[in-house]
């Protein structure tokens, strides 16, 4: 059996940095994942006037519910959705002209149901260039809050971003959704406030949040259950057997839900309160599969599923066009390098195990996740290369090592 130490989980430390940032009171989140994104995110409230101090295990942030302690900065947002998505909503509820930009790649990614939202709300903001995209530009007065519609289905982090914003306004905020992407990720959210103190209520598909401001607390943060995938389905693909410490039943990530997946594939999966472990048993079934809720994992699978018994389709996952890339064409034409059959359509991929594949260079487009896929492919496919096996450090800039000492503790 293989123990395998997972970095915190991004989404998680994004949240929290958020939360801590808005509570009053010093705050201490204990294991926070340090990689790009985080990173991004940290320096981008140090710009906002907070104070983050960071020692290898724990960062410390002196939290401000009147908002940033400066009234004018330039935010570099780098490559982050997080970043890009919750320090604008962060810095609306301050005071001050407050500019925010992000990489090539970022800028291309959907801003707009977010900034409308703001803007139905009362914010005074503008799309300096493109109108839904970065750059833009916050004229912040606070936030009186009420009732605004919003739209999440692209992206479950429009959604975060209101509610986490809802205590810090005047009043409070009725958020009323008319279409929602990757649900578990708000019962992250949701869980992470009431660890600050705030409890929202639901009102079918109305979020209640009420005014009041978040308590300061230390805050451990989980290993990262979308990076865990990766190594779930190495044990899977090879027949070994891996452990994930910390992602167990109390485990608030919904994409440990990828181990069902697994498990309805052949694999065998034990998930206890310290956490999970997968053992592959040399059967890979082919299935049908919606992965509208754990989309960021439908990568993994497309990865393993040339090695499955027959067709592997992942349904409902349209969201994945608009991550760091087209995921579902940057899956397919990966595939297709291999020698896989494949079709794709507006929201879904099946891919068709036929011949065994075979090596190629992966084309990256600058998404971790897609490099990270495949390279559980490469365990079983000699020959697998990548142009850009850098663009990990955006989550896990460990990973080839890991994933490295992982290889040789597997069955070939």
Same mark, same amino acid.
């Given at each position: 059996? $293989?123990?395998v130490?997972?970095p915190?989980?991004k989404?998680? /430390?994004?949240? *929290?940095?958020?939360?801590?940032? *808005?509570?009053?009171?010093?705050?201490?989140?204990?294991?926070?994942?340090?990689?790009?994104d985080?990173?991004g995110?940290?320096?981008g409230? $140090?710009?906002?006037?907070?104070?983050? +101090?960071?020692t290898p295990d724990?960062?410390q942030?002196?939290?401000?519910?009147?908002?940033?302690?400066?009234?004018?900065?330039?935010?570099?947002?780098?490559?982050?959705?997080?970043?890009a998505?919750?320090l604008p909503? =962060?810095?609306a509820?301050?005071? +001050?002209?407050?500019r925010?930009?992000?990489s090539p790649?970022?800028?291309r990614? @959907?801003?707009?149901?977010?900034?409308?939202?703001?803007?139905?709300l009362?914010?005074e903001?503008?799309?300096?260039e493109?109108?839904?995209?970065h750059?833009l530009?916050v004229e912040?007065?606070g936030?009186e809050?009420g009732?605004?519609? =919003?739209?999440?289905g692209?992206s479950? &982090?429009?959604l975060?971003?209101l509610?986490?914003?809802g205590?810090?306004?005047?009043?409070?905020?009725?958020i009323?959704?008319?279409?929602?992407?990757?649900?578990?990720y708000?019962?992250?959210?949701?869980a992470m406030?009431?660890?600050f103190?705030?409890?929202?209520r639901?009102?079918?598909?109305?979020?209640?949040?009420?005014?009041?401001g978040?308590t300061? $607390?230390?805050?451990?943060?989980?290993?990262d259950?979308s990076?865990?995938?990766?190594?779930?389905?190495?044990?899977?693909?090879?027949?070994?057997?891996v452990?994930? @410490?910390?992602?167990g039943t109390?485990?608030?990530?919904?994409?440990?839900?990828?181990?069902?997946?697994l498990?309805? %594939? +052949? *694999?065998?999966?034990?998930?206890?309160?310290?956490?999970t472990?997968?053992?592959? $048993?040399?059967?890979?079934?082919?299935?049908t599969?919606?992965?509208?809720?754990?989309?960021?994992? %439908?990568p993994?699978?497309?990865?393993?599923? @040339?090695?499955?018994?027959?067709?592997?389709r992942?349904?409902?996952?349209?969201? /994945?066009?608009?991550?760091e890339c087209?995921?579902?064409?940057?899956c397919?034409?990966n595939?297709r390098?291999?020698?896989?059959?494949v079709?794709?359509?507006?929201?879904?991929?099946?891919?068709?195990?036929?011949?065994?594949?075979? +090596?190629?260079e992966?084309k990256?487009y600058?998404?971790?996740?897609?490099v990270?896929?495949?390279a559980?492919?490469? =365990?079983?496919?000699p020959?697998i290369s990548?142009d850009?096996?850098?663009?990990v450090r955006?989550?896990?800039?460990g990973?080839?090592?890991a994933?490295?000492?992982?290889?040789? &503790?597997l069955?070939t």
């Amino acid at each position: 059996m $293989t123990v395998v130490d997972i970095p915190g989980s991004k989404s998680v /430390t994004a949240r *929290a940095l958020f939360l801590a940032a *808005a509570a009053d009171g010093v705050t201490t989140l204990r294991r926070p994942l340090r990689s790009d994104d985080t990173e991004g995110f940290a320096e981008g409230l $140090t710009r906002l006037g907070y104070r983050v +101090g960071r020692t290898p295990d724990a960062w410390q942030i002196d939290g401000r519910p009147q908002g940033p302690a400066v009234t004018e900065a330039d935010v570099y947002c780098r490559d982050g959705a997080t970043t890009a998505r919750f320090l604008p909503t =962060l810095a609306a509820a301050g005071h +001050g002209s407050f500019r925010f930009d992000a990489s090539p790649q970022m800028r291309r990614r @959907p801003l707009l149901p977010l900034t409308r939202a703001l803007r139905d709300l009362g914010v005074e903001l503008r799309h300096e260039e493109a109108e839904g995209h970065h750059p833009l530009r916050v004229e912040a007065s606070g936030v009186e809050g009420g009732e605004v519609v =919003l739209d999440a289905g692209l992206s479950s &982090q429009y959604l975060t971003a209101l509610l986490l914003l809802g205590p810090l306004t005047r009043k409070g905020l009725r958020i009323r959704v008319t279409d929602l992407v990757s649900a578990p990720y708000i019962e992250i959210t949701l869980a992470m406030m009431r660890a600050f103190g705030v409890a929202v209520r639901r009102e079918g598909t109305v979020y209640v949040v009420p005014a009041g401001g978040y308590t300061a $607390t230390t805050y451990d943060i989980e290993p990262d259950a979308s990076t865990a995938s990766y190594f779930f389905a190495a044990a899977a693909v090879t027949g070994g057997e891996v452990t994930v @410490p910390g992602l167990g039943t109390g485990a608030l990530q919904g994409d440990l839900g990828f181990v069902d997946v697994l498990r309805r %594939m +052949g *694999a065998e999966v034990e998930t206890d309160a310290h956490g999970t472990r997968v053992r592959g $048993t040399g059967e890979l079934r082919g299935l049908t599969v919606n992965m509208r809720d754990i989309s960021d994992t %439908m990568p993994t699978l497309a990865a393993i599923a @040339p090695f499955a018994s027959g067709p592997v389709r992942i349904e409902d996952v349209g969201n /994945t066009r608009v991550k760091e890339c087209d995921r579902l064409e940057a899956c397919a034409e990966n595939l297709r390098r291999l020698g896989v059959e494949v079709a794709t359509g507006d929201d879904w991929i099946e891919i068709r195990p036929s011949s065994t594949p075979v +090596g190629a260079e992966i084309k990256s487009y600058g998404d971790h996740r897609v490099v990270m896929s495949f390279a559980v492919t490469g =365990l079983r496919v000699p020959g697998i290369s990548f142009d850009d096996p850098g663009c990990v450090r955006k989550t896990f800039p460990g990973f080839h090592e890991a994933f490295g000492a992982l290889r040789g &503790q597997l069955p070939t």
